[in-house]
């Protein structure tokens, strides 16, 4: 069976603490993409080239037949308050074989294990009928699904699959929740603090709409699969005009998750009756998302995701647990994630076969301490090798499909 030689795992590890020890915030990924392609040369890719956005994208394979995409994200989401770490953000410390820093877990340490998992593909020799992409793509955390995007409609590579390396404990997701972002500004009438009852307060209107919002939010659907819808306002701004004037508008960002069946018809329409149940004025719009690349490629896109599920009897969820188990002696989980992903892309809209797997913990997503186990990226690194030979394999008898 594919294995990672000691030498491989130690070219691993040094590879992940590089990434790790290297800042990439959204917008800034850079030098990581630099690292990511020295990387993928050294280990002779076929092909290694960087996109337009930013995208680092190696390929392995003969340049024809069916493709396969291995998706990881480059960015990570900042440290916050440096006081609640234990460990050094971007000091890739590794203590009782766990490796710490930002972006760890989220995502740098499956992006360790699909390049070393293309490569160990390569290694080994076998005959392949198609081809093995490893996307390390730009500002995923913001706006999932934007680079993919612009990697797949103008790069010309619509895989057959997608597999990403979102942290799934090594285990097999299917599917998760859509997302929507809302803008609601709540209108009122400005005057002097002195005299409130001249004005309209913007403040006091958005609260009875909070209020009304948190109501709408314990009655909204749930899906067996992939659970219930949420609603929850995240920023409050207004445009008091000074600390003594009653403000005239208040402006709220609402994080809608959209369960199946949902539809963002739908949830406008449910927060624009919460509006006229309250009698007060408000403007209700999608927000938008202005991304410029670290190239200075700019681009604007709605901020709507929509949900995904692949079913549990699909080939490619059934090959993934199959070379899960092939590596780890026991069958996965197979269940969902709960936070979004590129999959709102490329399963939610662009209807392509996908599947998550990865190295680390969801809980470990935007953690202080964020960390992964090591072991668990060389295990990772394995399965993405097997499943690849088996899902691009010449040879009928590869992969043993008929002792599945």
């Known amino acids: 069976m594919l294995t990672l030689s000691e030498y491989d795992q130690q070219n691993l590890v040094t590879f992940l603490r590089d990434l790790v020890a290297t800042p990439s915030v959204s917008g800034h990924e850079k030098d990581v993409a630099e690292r990511v392609k020295q990387e993928m040369e050294k280990l002779r890719f076929d092909e290694v080239w960087v996109d337009r956005a930013g995208n680092v ?3 392995i394979g003969p340049g ?45 340490g499956a992006l360790a294990s699909m390049v070393y998992g293309a490569a160990l593909l ?23 699904g934007c680079a993919v995007r612009l990697l797949i409609e103008e790069e010309g590579i619509r895989p ?17 929740r859509g997302r929507l972002e809302l803008c609601v500004t709540v209108k009122g009438r400005a005057a002097h603090a002195s005299m409130p009852q001249q004005g309209d307060n913007a403040i006091y209107n958005a609260a009875r709409l909070i209020f009304a919002l948190d109501l709408l939010a314990s009655s909204l659907p749930e899906d067996p699969f992939l659970g219930k819808g949420t609603l929850a306002v995240t920023q409050i701004n207004n445009t008091s005009g000074s600390r003594n004037a009653i403000p ?28 006229i149940r309250e009698g007060i004025r408000a403007e209700i719009c999608v927000t938008e998302y202005h991304m410029v690349s670290y190239t200075g490629l700019e681009c604007i896109v709605p901020q709507r995701y929509p949900a995904w599920m692949l079913p549990e009897s699909h080939p490619l969820v059934q090959t993934v647990a199959w070379a899960v188990r092939q590596v780890i002696g026991e069958k996965p989980i197979i269940g969902r994630y709960n936070f979004s992903t590129d999959g709102a892309y490329t399963m939610g809209t662009a209807g392509i ?16 301490d964020e960390h992964i186990r090591l072991a668990d990226c060389f295990t990772a690194a394995r399965v993405y090798a097997l499943l690849a030979a088996d899902l691009l394999h010449e040879l009928e008898s590869w992969g043993a499909r008929q002792n599945r």
């Open 160 to 176: 057959d699959w997608v597999v990403l390396g979102e942290p799934s404990n090594l285990q097999v997701s299917r599917g998760h």
């Open 64 to 108: 024809a037949g069916s493709k396969l995409l291995f998706d990881a994200h480059m960015d990570t989401v900042d440290v916050g308050d440096p006081k609640t770490w234990q460990h050094d953000p971007f000091g890739a410390e590794i203590e009782s074989g766990m490796l710490y820093g930002r972006g760890a877990c989220d995502m740098k």
């Open 122 to 144: 390569k290694q080994s020799g076998l005959p392949l009928a198609g081809d093995l992409y490893v996307a390390a793509v730009v500002q995923e955390e913001p706006c999932e």
């Open 353 to 368: 076969p996908t599947v998550g797997f990865g190295p680390g913990e969801e809980t470990q997503a935007h953690a202080a």
């Open 248 to 275: 005239d508008s208040c402006t709220m960002i609402i994080d809608r998750r959209l369960t199946l069946g949902e539809t963002e018809t739908k949830a406008v329409a449910e927060v624009q009756s919460a509006v």
């Open 57 to 59: 994208i190696g390929r």
